[in-house]
């Protein structure tokens, strides 16, 4: 791997590590859209997979209520799966303008519903019955795009959890997503061994960078951070949502 193209991983890493050492999430989303700008998308999801894997095990396993949430969420957890599968196809297939256009769309919707924080809440009934095709669509959208953010963040955050349960859910789900999109890219031909030394710099420049981000939390707002956060995110789906055109 080139050095220069190493720099660039280091820099994108430790960039998406600070944004989810200070906001709590965004890493995956910030990781895959930047190295949608100089990769095929299912190559930027390969290098995600160990410093994604790594960071969600580490807050999934950090709360008390490990085993209660698996048993509360896990038909949602079968319908990621299930879905990612699914969709898996789309991007590790040969179209990469098809892959980077629904990953830029995805990004754009993700920012849109980021910046306007609209929020509602579920009933214990309406939880049960939605669990599934939330995970369903959840891994749909994560086989065709890497990402894995919607709609589960939205829904994990209308369930009712207290906020140390639903950052340990929201760890599960990013583990499960992980696991789940690293099955579907073996399965078409994009994870090899040949990765593990750049996965292993995004490794890396991820943890340092949420380390850094927990030094800037105390220092800077976070309502304006994650301001700058989503408008970035806009900006950048917009691009590559239309790249494949122009």
């Known amino acids: 791997m080139p050095i220069p193209?190493?720099?660039?991983?280091?820099?994108?890493f430790l960039l998406a590590g600070l944004v989810k050492g200070v906001v709590g999430l965004g890493l995956p989303t910030v990781a895959i859209g930047l190295l949608g700008l100089m990769m095929a998308?299912?190559?930027?999801?390969?290098?995600?997979v160990v410093p994604s894997l790594v960071t969600n095990i580490w807050?999934?396993?950090?709360?008390?209520?490990?085993?209660?949430?698996?048993?509360?969420?896990?038909?949602?957890?079968v319908g990621i799966f299930a879905g990612t599968w699914l969709t898996g196809g789309i991007i590790t297939g040969a179209d990469s303008a098809l892959a980077t256009a629904a990953l830029g769309s995805a990004l754009i919707v993700y920012a849109a519903f980021g910046l306007n924080r609209f929020e509602f809440s579920l009933s214990p009934a309406a939880e049960?019955?939605?669990?599934?095709?939330?995970?369903?669509?959840?891994?749909?959208?994560?086989?065709?795009?890497?990402?894995?953010?919607?709609?589960?963040?939205?829904?994990?955050?209308?369930?009712?959890?207290?906020?140390d349960d639903l950052v340990q859910a929201l760890g599960l789900s990013f583990t499960v997503s992980t696991l789940?999109?690293?099955?579907?890219?073996?399965?078409?031909?994009?994870?090899?061994?040949?990765?593990?030394?750049?996965?292993?710099?995004?490794?890396?420049?991820?943890?340092?960078?949420?380390?850094?981000?927990q030094f800037v939390r105390v220092r800077v707002r976070?309502?304006?951070?994650?301001?700058?956060?989503?408008?970035?995110?806009?900006?950048?789906?917009?691009?590559?949502?239309?790249?494949p055109f122009i």
């Open 5 to 12: 193209t190493i720099a660039e991983i280091a820099g994108i």
């Open 41 to 48: 998308p299912a190559q930027a999801a390969a290098l995600l």
């Open 59 to 77: 807050q999934a396993a950090a709360g008390a209520a490990l085993w209660p949430l698996v048993k509360r969420l896990w038909t949602m957890f």
């Open 128 to 163: 049960r019955w939605l669990a599934a095709p939330v995970g369903l669509t959840t891994g749909l959208v994560a086989g065709a795009t890497g990402i894995f953010t919607l709609p589960a963040v939205p829904y994990l955050q209308a369930i009712g959890l207290q906020k």
């Open 180 to 213: 789940s999109l690293a099955a579907a890219l073996a399965n078409g031909g994009a994870l090899h061994t040949g990765q593990f030394v750049g996965s292993g710099i995004a490794l890396a420049a991820s943890l340092a960078g949420m380390g850094l981000g």
């Open 222 to 243: 976070a309502e304006r951070f994650r301001i700058y956060f989503f408008v970035g995110l806009l900006l950048l789906g917009a691009h590559l949502a239309l790249r």
